[in-house]
Nanobody, 121 residues
Framework: QVQLVESGGGLVQAGGSLRLSCAAS????????MGWFRQAPGKEREFVAA????????YYVDSVKGRFTISRDNAKNTVYLQMNSLKPEDTAVYYC??????????????WGQGTQVTVSS
């Protein structure tokens, strides 16, 4: 069982930056791949980024490549999403998730409660 708690969301102007954190409980965090997803009002939840258990492989949706960076610190049981050059279309609730192998699909076993990111124009 893994419990995930996101933090770091907020209101930022376009072009600004935020760093989201996702703290995981449990001693097996390092064995899980982690993903970030987002859901804007009236839209389906979508994949943003994922990272393998050891950080060796990372994946991004095309719309955030070059602006967002996913990373993890297994000693702190935490995964991060550094978001730079934010755009109004990045506004959404951001969720972290865990599963055994990284994937771009929604098929993750554990989910956090989400953190709101709002980018003003």
């Amino acid at each position: 069982q893994v419990q995930l708690v996101e933090s770091g969301g907020g209101l930022v102007q376009a072009g600004g930056s935020l760093r989201l954190s996702c703290a995981a409980s449990g001693r097996t965090f390092s064995s899980y791949a982690m993903g970030w997803f987002r859901q804007a009002p009236g839209k389906e939840r979508e994949f943003v980024a994922a990272i393998s258990w050891n950080g060796g492989d990372v994946y991004y949706v095309d719309s955030v490549k070059g602006r967002f960076t996913i990373s993890r610190d297994n000693a702190k049981n935490t995964v991060y999403l550094q978001m730079n050059s934010l755009k109004p279309e990045d506004t959404a609730v951001y969720y972290c998730a865990a599963r055994s192998i990284a994937t771009r699909s929604l098929a993750y076993d554990y989910w956090g409660q989400g953190t709101q990111v709002t980018v003003s124009s």
